[in-house]
Structure formats: structure tokens, C-alpha cells
């Protein structure tokens, strides 16, 4: 839940003079996204979502973001589309702020995604592989294996807290991850934030995927890996073979796996744990217990760690 | 801001099953209303908003406000419609608490009312009054006259720390506000929170009047005394007559003031500040500070509490 920015009616109806989209019909802070504040805005052309930039966006990489959206839109992924206002830039400034319009997106985001979402998921992963194969901007992944040993730093004994012997395990991963992390592997455009509650489904079909400011360049098959751990685990770090497998087939669908990609599914899988794992230990120390924003739990991601250290092969992931 | 309850895909398609409304195409949590959770529901019959009625809201006051706001579409006046479920009550239970589907209402609120609004705003409250002129049920106002000093009572530091002295003062209100509050007035069903947020506007029309849960039996004239405080004040605590005589000319044009409810005019203003100034002053020290609902500032109501003191009579209210 994130309304931070708190935009008035007349602010509203300045920004909309910047578009040729007509009078604001209605406008609502949504509960969406929780790094930026997002408003649903309806106008006599349609509806649409005003996403303000808050501060741990970089404005450098809005640019990159805007074209990745704009050019899955362009190939009919279901990606909303940043809006250009009427001098063709879609990004806009509110109090301050970077601010853009992109279009809305109807569909449902499912809780406990099911073996057939699971499915769709995959597919459409892949989809959005291809779709980027020849987008050209590049930002490198600023929360992978360099930045963990950074954030784990100083917070041993918070990670003990957490579970006694955390730590210890935690240091065993990390060091295990920099020694094993693959050098070279099919790269490209990739989410690395795909979470059930970043798509939308409607009848059974993904009808949406948002959220793409945490995107970057990477190796494709840690999109899977970060896919995998959101989707594919039950309660306590239980990993659900079979909806790994639907996952990982029905990517396969699209774009075929190399075996070096496959080979290194084990590795990229721990990697994406523990960057949840990290990102919600230091979000959890950072938001004061009082406050609404109810922070992830770090346990979750633990556990699903004590489930990669002991996968052996492709095979144990469905690969 | 606010959306306490958290309910997933799975929960929502239970509730649908119970309405004649579809399947949901679109659900997301909405930052409007502080009491109670909301949330903007799309199907293939149209726009909702589901409220989840959060602790605050007694149980046994719901059907005097769903039976209000019936009451008010019936006759047409733009408030929002409770959908039955197909058992005919709009009632439902959500995660063990009472929920309720209303129709969706466009506009857009104003944040800094002009005079058109204002002269708008008066014409609905006279129409709000004239509509539920034969609505049957009844409910005490449990923040009226008896409630206040028992606010009051113990924060007389909190106060003073607010604005030295202003603890004094408050209790000299709290007196003369005992000596003369009116003994009988015409009354009847009164929305008591007309704030200019529980407005929509669209075209420079009222298009929309929402959150009857603080609705209750009362004076009429003190629901025009809530909305001279929110309507017609400046910064600071400065009074805009203009402001006030338009209020006030149009809601007469709809709806005539007798001489005592003209006369009563100045007290029920003091007594509608003060109920906003306690209400305020209690929710500021039950916020955390940290917290990121931002408690409204009890020092506006506590300086329109100023303008009142000095006001002598109808006129200075522009009545």
C-alpha cells in the first residue's frame, strides 16, 4: 500500500493539460506498488494509471523502463503503455517528481497462483524474453551477487534473531553464490521482479504484468530463477515440483532453454532467494513496527534457501 | 489512506458468488476513507466500491446507513447505492467483518472549494435534508454536545503543548457551549461529515456525496454549521463570508431556515469546530508518529475555534 505523494485536484487538471486525454472523470490513490504512488485516473478517452516516482527511484533509468514498457506494448505483450503527453514524452513532473500516465490494465492478481497460472506465467515469460530480444537499452542489476555480501553486512546478528544459526548459513550461501555464479549465459531485458502480484489474470489467461521498475540486463534464466521462487513454493520453503515443471515447460515453449542455462537453474535459483531474502531483511529493520506498511517476511525466503542448498540438479527445479 | 484488510482473489470470487454482479475484471485498493477499507471493484455489470467496515464502525448502525443512502438514490440524489446480494440484503461478512458493495460515483474532490462549489454544496445539503425528510430510522450522534467534555477530559496538556493557553480556552467553550446549545431545533437525519473529500464534483456540478458513517439524527441546522467549517474557512482561520452567504442562500433556496435555527447558527458552529478540534486532538496523540496516515491538524479547527468566540451573530456567518 503506497499513496506517498498527495495530489490535488487542481495539480491534477495542470498535469492533464500537458495531454490530449480530456477532463478528469475520476481519480483515485491506489494500494499498488510499494515504492512509488500510483492513482487510477479515468478520463472521457479511458482509464489509467499516474505512477509518481518516489525517492529510490533513479531518474536516469526512467527512460529505460518507459521503453521497455513501450516497446513490449509495441509487440502486443500485455505491458501497459506510458502515455505520451501532447511534445511526446511520457515523462511528466508532479510536485517534484517524476511522474508518467500508462495505460490500465484490467485482470485479477492471484494469491496462490494454480498449476494452469503457473503455466500461463511461464509462457509469458518467455514471451517477454523474445519480445526484448532486440530492445536496446541496457542497466545493469544493481541488487545481484555484488551488492549481497554489501546489504548482509552488520545485520548477523538480525538474521539470528530472525532463526538462531541463520547467519552462519546465510554467510555459507553467500560465499557459495560467489564462487559458482556462471560468468556468461544468454543475457537480455529481464523483469527480475515477476511476483503473482505483479500480473493480472482474467478468465484463466494472464491478461497483465506491471511493475517493471526493478527491470534490468541479466542473464534470462534468473528471471526464471526469481519466477520459480515466487511462484513455485507452498508453505515453509516447500518447493512444488510439479508447478516448477509447468513453469519451466511452458517458458520452453517459447524460447528453448540452452543446457548451460539448464545446468545453472540450481545456482540462479539460490541467487534470487537470497536477493529477497536480503531486500526484506533490510526493509523489515527500515519500517518502524508501528507503521501500515505491513513489511514481507524474510523467514519465507530463508526457508525456500534451506530448500536450494539442498537441490542437487536442473531435474529437482522440473528442469 | 487506508485498506486494513487484505483480501485476495480467491476471497473476493467467494463474495461475487453471493450477487448477481459477474466475475470480478478488476480489484484494487483505494486510498479514500480513514475509517473503513475500500476498495474499487470492476465486473461485466459495471464500476463498485466494496467497504470492509473496520473496527470502529458499530454494527448494529449499518442498516441506518445503508437504509440512508437507499433512501437518498431512491429519490435521486447522488449518493451511492448499496447492491443487494441476491438474498436482498446488502449486507455481507468479509474475514468476520461486515462489508457492503455500493454503486461507483465519477468526479473529482475538491481540495480548495471555490465559491461555486460552496454554493453548490449548500443546494445538496438542502437536498440531503428535503430527501430523507420521511427516512424513519434513527441514530443518536454520539459526538455531539454530552460527548465533548469527556474528549476533552486529561489532554488539557496535550492542548497547551498544541498552543499555549489553548486548554483555557477550550474549557470556556466547552462552558458556554453547555449554557447555550439549543434545546430544540427541527431535526432529522444529517450526514455530520460534509467535508469537502465526501464530495465529488464533475463539470463544476455536484456529482457525488459519499462516507455516511458518521450520518445520524440531529439538527438540521448543525449539519450547516459542519459544512461553514469546511467549506468557508481560509488559512488560518479566517472566515469567507462570501463563501458562507452562498452556502447558506442556496441551501435556502431548496430548504428554508427558521428564525431560531438562523439564530442557533453561531453556537452550532463553536459546537461543530470543537467536535472537529477533539476528534482531531485524540487522534493525534493515538497516531504513532511514524505512522503514514498523517492525522489531520487539530490547530485549523482550534483556530476556526477563535473566529467563533468573536462572532456575534447570524449576519457574521452571512445568514
Known amino acids: 500500500m503506497a499513496v506517498y505523494t498527495d495530489i490535488d485536484d487542481a495539480t491534477l487538471s495542470a498535469l492533464l493539460t500537458e495531454y490530449d486525454l480530456g477532463p478528469p472523470l475520476a481519480f483515485k490513490g491506489i494500494a499498488e506498488g510499494v515504492e512509488n504512488s500510483n492513482f487510477l485516473l479515468e478520463t472521457p478517452r479511458g482509464r489509467y494509471i499516474l505512477t509518481v516516482f518516489e525517492k529510490r527511484a533513479k531518474k536516469e533509468d526512467l527512460p529505460f523502463f518507459m521503453g521497455m514498457m513501450g516497446h513490449l506494448a509495441s509487440k502486443g505483450f500485455p505491458a501497459p503503455l506510458p502515455v505520451p503527453a501532447r511534445d511526446g514524452n511520457p515523462l ?14 484490467q485482470g485479477m492478481s492471484p494469491r496462490r497462483p494454480d ?16 519480445s526484448l530480444s532486440d530492445f536496446r537499452l541496457r542497466r545493469p542489476n544493481d541488487l545481484s551477487l555484488a551488492s549481497w555480501p554489501v546489504m548482509f553486512a552488520g545485520r548477523e546478528a538480525e538474521a539470528d534473531a530472525l532463526s538462531p544459526g541463520l547467519s552462519a548459513l546465510v554467510q555459507g550461501d553467500l560465499d557459495f553464490l560467489k564462487a559458482n555464479w556462471p560468468k556468461t549465459l544468454p543475457g537480455g ?12 489474470f482474467l478468465d484463466g489467461k494472464l491478461s497483465g504484468v506491471i511493475d517493471f521498475y526493478f527491470a534490468c540486463s541479466d542473464f534470462l534464466a534468473y528471471d526464471i530463477a526469481v519466477c520459480l521462487n515466487a511462484w513455485c513454493f507452498e508453505r515453509r520453503g516447500e518447493y512444488n515440483l510439479t508447478k516448477g515443471r509447468a513453469l519451466i515447460s511452458s517458458y520452453e515453449t517459447v524460447r528453448r532453454l540452452e543446457p548451460r542455462e539448464r545446468t545453472a537453474l540450481p545456482v540462479l535459483a539460490r541467487g534470487a532467494a537470497m536477493r529477497f531474502f536480503l531486500t526484506r531483511l533490510v526493509d523489515l529493520v527500515a519500517t518502524p513496527k508501528d507503521a501500515l506498511v505491513k513489511p514481507h517476511n524474510p523467514l519465507d525466503y530463508a526457508e525456500r534457501l534451506g530448500f536450494h542448498r539442498q537441490a542437487k540438479s536442473p531435474e529437482d527445479y522440473g528442469a
Open 115 to 130: 498449476i494452469n497460472q503457473c503455466r500461463a506465467l511461464g509462457q509469458a515469460l518467455g514471451r517477454f524474453h523474445v
Open 189 to 200: 531485458a529481464i523483469h527480475a521482479d515477476l511476483f503473482p502480484d505483479n500480473t493480472f
Open 92 to 105: 511528466r513532473t508532479v510536485h517534484g517528481k517524476p511522474a508518467v500516465i500508462c495505460t490500465f490494465l
